[in-house]
């Protein structure tokens, strides 16, 4: 039986013009900024910055989402969590492999490049995240929305870090071990989101089947 008395079933925090403007804010962020880390990811021949820049791509794709289901039911936006959650834990594992592989194949990227990127990503993932802030204890929708933010702005910080490690000891390992630990922190940031997810549905009573059908049903 559903919770009725949770803020995070009460359909009017959704709506709330300031929640939905925020996500478009981010959204128009991460989307430009997946543009711009990932041209100079590639350009500069970082894993790190690529990773960052997947990332960025995956929250852009995930404010879409939320921005979708605002206005629905508890359900069906823990239903979308659960797919925001895949999405994180899937991008986490791809950015494993990619760093596996670059072990064995890649080369010193360029620290210069890392390092202005990182700044500018840093800058625009801590100005969404302090925008954010206020709606961390939402549901898991609304609190997904937070995870990856918080994470955008940890990972900005490891890439400036690596930047300054490629610099001085001229070799791809700072970016590689920067950007294995972005993996693991997509990997945990989505567990914990699809575990709220399953909770709130559980709490709703909805069936483990129901959850798995595509958003599209709801219209």
Known sequence: MACTSCPSDKGGTLNDPKWRRALWIALAVNGSMFAIE??????GGSKALQADALD????????AISLGVAGMALAWRARAAL??????AV???YVLLATAWGMLHGAAPQSEIMGVIGVAALLANGGVALMLYRFRTGDANMRSVW????????GNVAVV????GVFGTGTAWP????AALMAFLGLWGGFQIIAQARAELRA??????SALQPLQQSR
């Not at 960025?56 to 404010?63: H, I, L, R, T, W």
């Open 38 to 43: 990932m041209v100079a990811g590639i350009a």
């Open 161 to 164: 870090l690596a930047a300054a």
């Open 147 to 154: 995870i990856c933010s918080r994470n955008d702005a940890i």
């Open 91 to 93: 991008l986490g594992l």
């Open 175 to 178: 970016d590689l071990i920067v």
């Open 56 to 63: 960025f791509f995956g929250d852009a794709a995930n404010y």
């Open 83 to 88: 797919l925001k959650g895949a999405t994180l």
């Open 204 to 209: 709703t009573g909805t069936p483990r089947t």
